[in-house]
């Protein structure tokens, strides 16, 4: 097999990383679109992705002379990625938060939908889920300084031709990324990523919804906006590059 590379993006759920993981995946040089569910500790796991992802979709042939890579986000603490036992460094690390009102209720409004009553419909266990994936997100860039590139979630939507051509660049891909994206087997399924029809559209919709049917504790809300830029700045200060 080719010597593929791997870019992995680290985030939380409703981050506007279904969006950007299919533009990156339509571009010819990555491989993958969706959350595949899967810790990275050793270089077998490495192995393990790529005959997974091939499963369920063709592995683009690799372009000579070029950077060619298979892409996978991680967005709960359950999953680890320790690039310590890889054989080499042959990976890029995407680190990306989106504010906490947005991604909270968007957290409950899509568990909602869901059949059963599940624990992150409820407010106060969604704020859970929120603050402590940033604080492992946070430790996890305190051990891997300079080593990965953070942006602001809400580029994606509001200037996205200048996050895809800083991502091109710290990507070192050969082609520009794309606004409008392809759709894949998975675009829009359960379990994969964002389930909303606006994945199927194959464009970057900008209007974002406000979910004012949630309503969130102002106290609560005030306490994890300090604690989530108390994160976002510490995750900053040891980027390797960023866009804010």
């Not at 939507?157 to 990507?171: D, F």
């Amino acid at each position: 097999m080719p010597d593929y590379q791997h870019i992995f993006l680290i985030s939380h759920m409703r981050a506007n990383s279904s969006l950007i993981s299919h533009i990156l995946g339509s571009h010819p040089q990555i491989n993958g679109y969706y959350e595949m569910h899967l810790s990275y500790q050793a270089q077998d796991d490495l192995a393990k992705q790529r005959q997974q992802y091939a499963q369920k979709d063709t592995i683009k042939p690799a372009l000579s002379g070029l950077k060619n890579y298979f892409f996978d986000k991680l967005l709960h603490n359950q999953y680890q990625l320790s690039t310590a036992n890889f054989t080499s460094n042959k990976h890029k690390i995407l680190v990306t938060i989106r504010p906490p009102e947005q991604s909270i209720k968007s957290i409950i409004n899509l568990f909602q939908k869901k059949e059963g009553d599940h624990p992150y419909a409820k407010a106060e266990l969604a704020m859970d889920y929120y603050i402590q994936r940033l604080q492992a997100m946070a430790q996890f860039c305190q051990q891997n300084k300079h080593a990965y590139y953070y942006y602001d979630a809400n580029l994606i939507r509001h200037q996205p031709q200048k996050l895809l051509t800083q991502l091109q660049n710290y990507l070192e891909l050969s082609t520009p990324l794309n606004e409008d994206y392809q759709c894949f087997s998975l675009t829009g399924k359960a379990g994969a990523g964002d389930s909303s029809d606006n994945m199927r559209t194959g464009r970057i919709i900008k209007q974002q919804t406000n979910y004012h049917n949630i309503k969130l504790s102002n106290k609560q809300l005030d306490a994890i906006k300090r604690k989530a830029e108390h994160y976002r700045q510490h995750i900053i200060t040891h980027a390797d590059a960023y866009l804010i």
